[in-house]
């Protein structure tokens, strides 16, 4: 199975930027399309964004297009969210997720998830 690790969440001023990063301690993380998930309290999980296995694609939630950047690097089995113009609405617990074979915006779809990591977003 495929295990996620988490990391770089934490406290920011609106406006500011965060880069979340998880690392993926299975050998053939190269074969999932990867998603980003956020939940608020008293909200369901919400699809933020996702990468296909190559890179080559990605797709976001339209709250976030502009400001949010879905990276991977295979090489080093991580993928990243890069979160520029944070504003408290962005503030929720993130998860990473892989899926096979391709990406997808539901997280039903999703096999393995993350720990998470709490996002908050002063004004």
């Known amino acids: 199975q495929v295990q996620l690790v988490e990391s770089g969440g934490g406290l920011v001023q609106a406006g500011g930027s965060l880069r979340l990063s998880c690392a993926a301690s299975?050998?053939?993380?190269?074969?999932?399309?990867m998603g980003w998930f956020r939940q608020a309290p008293g909200k369901e999980r919400e699809f933020v964004a996702a990468?296909?296995?190559?890179?080559?694609?990605?797709y976001y939630v339209d709250s976030v297009k502009g400001r949010f950047t879905i990276s991977r690097d295979n090489a080093k089995n991580t993928v990243y969210l890069q979160m520029n113009s944070l504003k408290p609405e962005d503030t929720a617990v993130y998860y990473c997720a892989a899926t096979f074979p391709s990406m997808g915006t539901a997280s039903a779809k999703y096999d393995y998830w993350g720990q998470g990591t709490q996002v908050t977003v002063s004004s």
């Open positions: 990468i296909s296995w190559s890179g080559g694609s990605t």
């Open positions: 299975e050998r053939t993380f190269s074969s999932y399309a």
